[in-house]
């Protein structure tokens, strides 16, 4: 009896986990992605790989976070790796959302990664540095060289 009481406490802490954190987290993967379906993957994989450390993790978002960015740094290597296939059209989204995913799109992972951790989630240095496994200064300086290439791909 007790082992299903403990699966059904998993059950609940995780879809409880999964409804409290998922939006957010898909919205990081998509500008990391570019891709609502490769966010959604990534989200969902993250989420299978964290499910049996839920009920021990002392900040379960920001270890999900980490998750999620290093599953869209393994697609993204995944991608690179792969021969250039047709994309099917993701949903409308509004033009400067377009023009913004483009722009991300064409910077490095770690510059895109740092630039939406930071303004899009607003995450600390010390913690995107976790998640890109660098220094807090190597987080300052992709937060700098992908603001100048932005700006001069938005311009």
Same mark, same amino acid.
């Given at each position: 009896?007790?082992?299903?009481?403990?699966?059904?406490?998993?059950?609940?802490? !995780?879809? /409880?986990t999964?409804?409290?954190?998922?939006?957010?987290?898909?919205?990081?993967?998509?500008?990391?992605?570019?891709?609502?379906?490769?966010?959604?993957?990534?989200?969902?994989?993250? !989420?299978?790989?964290? /499910?049996?450390r839920?009920?021990?993790l002392?900040?379960?978002?920001?270890?999900? /976070?980490?998750a999620?960015?290093?599953?869209?740094?393994?697609?993204?290597?995944?991608?690179?790796?792969?021969?250039?296939?047709?994309?099917?059209?993701?949903?409308?989204?509004?033009?400067?959302?377009?023009?913004?995913?483009?722009?991300l799109?064409?910077?490095?992972f770690?510059?895109?990664?740092?630039?939406?951790? /930071?303004? !899009?989630?607003?995450?600390?240095?010390?913690?995107?540095?976790?998640?890109?496994?660098?220094?807090?200064?190597?987080v300052?300086?992709?937060?700098?060289r992908?603001?100048?290439?932005?700006?001069?791909?938005?311009a």
């Amino acid at each position: 009896m007790t082992g299903i009481r403990a699966d059904e406490h998993d059950d609940d802490l !995780f879809t /409880r986990t999964y409804r409290d954190h998922s939006a957010a987290l898909v919205r990081v993967a998509y500008l990391l992605t570019g891709s609502q379906e490769g966010a959604e993957d990534a989200v969902h994989e993250a !989420f299978l790989r964290c /499910r049996t450390r839920l009920d021990t993790l002392e900040d379960p978002r920001s270890y999900l /976070r980490a998750a999620v960015v290093n599953e869209c740094r393994s697609a993204h290597r995944r991608l690179r790796r792969a021969a250039a296939m047709p994309q099917d059209a993701d949903p409308p989204v509004p033009v400067d959302l377009v023009e913004l995913r483009d722009a991300l799109d064409r910077l490095p992972f770690a510059q895109r990664a740092a630039i939406v951790l /930071r303004y !899009f989630v607003d995450v600390p240095d010390e913690a995107i540095a976790a998640s890109l496994h660098c220094r807090p200064s190597t987080v300052r300086s992709h937060l700098r060289r992908g603001i100048t290439t932005l700006r001069e791909a938005l311009a």
